[in-house]
């Protein structure tokens, strides 16, 4: 009897594969109707949507100062396309009370993916309680932006400018959120960990408490406020919990951004954020909208505790403005200013903020795309919580799609 033996199928077959599969998906979500519905008209019914993104950069880092120890950004011209963002998501809703989402992504910005690899980026399964509460599982998004849009991944369009605050702190752990809708008044109450399975125990694990509370009874002054802590005493140095590239801390500082100045992978874009403390977090905005335009400001503090990590109470103070101007149906204005200054105890007296400036337009182009173009430029302080260690600018532009 000859023997033979079975090979493991090598990475490549399997990015091959999952690309594969993926590229399918998006066809059969284009051909299928929006709305797919049982034969005998009971749930359950499944909405299917596509997200696309392609964007480019050409951003300068500056060679005034001196980089900073833990970033060591060389200056000169960091300019090309970036990697395509694509997005699936299927929406069910199994029965009355019981709906789900299931969003799958390519974001080769996110947790390491260099090349075309769709993952299951986020998951959530409601149970409607009542017409007010609604019980959420899996992994909710959550952070203490009540009023302003964020880019995540190929999903763009809710925000106006192409970058986010380098100050947005956003999880979307594995947990539990609680949602509730009254007339004038709405809040959420998320409890998650990571994304990791690790029930070990130590000094260093616990839980995220994030919480959030808006009031939206006026048409044109709506006003929120949110807070964030952890049971935990921290992380440790080099955990494949740390988020952002971040030590010891346990709230990951945002998504990771379009911008990108020290090459591929998930790291390059969470460079660009300020590696702040994050072990506990209060934050309020606010958003007025006085006819075509829209206005939103917010202001938080942070600070991580000495056993948290190690060292002197680290905190840091933040806040921004921004802007959104409606010209006509198709085009927009639209500015952003954000500020972090470093307040800890043993931080010097000077050169401690990083202050962020964004300026550009959006166009929707056939309904369905929405182009946009984006000057910014970045100020770090030398004593501040910037990652880059430089001042850097340019200029990004995006284009995207939903459908």
């Known amino acids: 009897m000859s023997q033979f033996t079975i090979s493991k ?12 599969v993926f590229a399918l998906l998006l066809l059969v979500a284009t051909a299928v109707p929006a709305q797919a519905q049982m034969e005998d008209g009971e749930l359950p019914e499944i909405d299917f949507s596509v997200n696309l993104m ?44 019981v709906s789900g989402l299931v969003m799958l992504e390519a974001e080769p910005n996110d947790f390491g ?8 980026d986020f ?10 509460l609604t019980l959420r599982t899996g992994t909710p998004v959550t952070g203490l932006i009540n009023f302003r849009g964020f880019s995540d991944g190929p999903a763009v369009q809710g925000n106006p400018l192409i970058g986010n605050s380098p100050a947005d702190m956003i999880t979307a752990a594995h947990g539990v959120k609680l949602i509730g809708g009254f007339e004038d008044v709405g809040f959420d109450l998320t409890v998650n960990r ?24 006026s048409e044109t002054v709506q006003v929120g406020a949110g807070g964030a802590f952890h049971t935990g005493d921290g992380v440790p ?9 971040q030590n010891g801390i346990v709230f990951a500082n945002g998504d990771r951004e379009n911008y990108n100045l020290i090459g591929g992978g998930a790291t390059a874009s969470t460079h660009t954020h300020v590696n702040m403390p994050s072990g506990t977090i209060l934050q309020g905005d606010a958003k007025i909208t006085p006819g075509p335009a829209d206005f939103d400001a917010w202001l938080g503090y942070a600070t991580d505790d000495e056993d948290e990590v190690g060292t002197i109470n680290q905190s840091a103070f933040f806040g921004g403005v921004g802007a959104k101007f409606d010209l006509n149906e198709d085009f927009y204005l639209a500015g ?66 939903n459908f």
């Open 123 to 132: 998951v959530t399964l409601d149970l409607q309680l009542t017409d007010e």
């Open 336 to 401: 952003r200013f954000t500020y972090v200054g470093n307040t800890s105890e043993d931080a010097p007296d000077d050169h401690t903020a990083v202050n962020r400036i964004q300026i550009g337009f959006g166009y929707e182009v056939y309904e369905m795309a929405l182009l946009k173009v984006e000057g910014v430029r970045q100020v770090e302080g030398e004593n501040s919580y910037g990652q880059i260690g430089n001042n850097w600018s340019g200029v990004s532009t995006e284009l995207s799609f």
């Open 54 to 97: 392609q964007s480019a950069q050409a951003l300068t880092v500056d060679d005034t100062n001196p980089p900073a120890a833990n970033a060591g950004v060389s200056s000169g011209s960091y300019s090309g396309f970036h990697q395509v963002r694509a997005g699936l998501n299927a929406s069910v809703q199994f029965s009355e009370n």
């Open 194 to 217: 990571s994304f990791a399975e690790d029930f070990t125990t130590s000094d260093y694990t616990g839980v995220n408490f994030i919480g959030k509370v808006r009031f939206t009874g």
């Open 237 to 245: 140095p080099n955990s494949p919990e740390v988020e952002d590239g």
């Open 113 to 120: 993916q260099n090349g075309f690899s769709p993952a299951v």
């Open 9 to 20: 199928p090598s990475n490549a077959f399997f990015q091959w594969l999952t690309a594969s």
